[in-house]
């Protein structure tokens, strides 16, 4: 069995608190749940499941790309879309870039296996 690869975020409401909410997976584009999982090793996990009190979670998943549902009391429910989860290559990535970095869009493999990165237009401040 592969290793699964990691996706780790966090809830955060209008006024940068940390808020507990339920995550649902699905498979980008669809409202098929994906099949997620607790661990690298591949040990099942329910979907959806529930943020900390503090709105942090993560999951496993095999690579590829998939939509993330946020949800609960208080929330306005958001769905983050075509989340590129690909492997190791992620840990390239900068994901808080400094005054004159550009911030990466997404990262996917086209047909052929190749990584593509797509970056925002501007620069970060």
Same mark, same amino acid.
Request: net charge neutral; hydrophobic share 35%.
């Given at each position: 069995?592969?290793?699964?690869i990691a996706?780790h975020s ?5 006024? !940068?608190?940390g ?5 649902? +997976?699905y498979n980008? %584009?669809?409202?098929n749940?994906?099949t /997620?999982y607790?661990?690298?090793?591949g040990?099942?996990?329910g979907?959806?499941?529930?943020t ?18 946020a949800?609960?009391? !208080? ?5 983050l879309?075509? +989340?590129s989860?690909? %492997?190791?290559?992620s840990?390239f990535? /900068?994901s ?7 911030r990466v869009?997404?990262?996917r493999?086209d047909?052929g296996g190749?990584i593509?990165?797509t970056y925002?237009?501007?620069p970060?401040?």
């Amino acid at each position: 069995m592969a290793n699964k690869i990691a996706y780790h975020s966090v809830v955060i409401d209008t006024n !940068g608190k940390g808020r507990q909410a339920t995550i649902t +997976v699905y498979n980008a %584009g669809t409202l098929n749940v994906a099949t /997620i999982y607790s661990n690298q090793a591949g040990a099942a996990q329910g979907n959806p499941f529930n943020t900390d009190a503090t709105g942090r979670f993560v999951f496993y998943s095999d690579p590829g790309e998939y939509d993330i549902k946020a949800a609960g009391i !208080g929330l306005t429910t958001y769905i983050l879309s075509n +989340v590129s989860i690909i %492997g190791e290559f992620s840990r390239f990535v /900068i994901s808080d870039p400094t005054s004159g970095q550009y911030r990466v869009k997404k990262i996917r493999r086209d047909a052929g296996g190749n990584i593509l990165i797509t970056y925002n237009d501007t620069p970060e401040a």
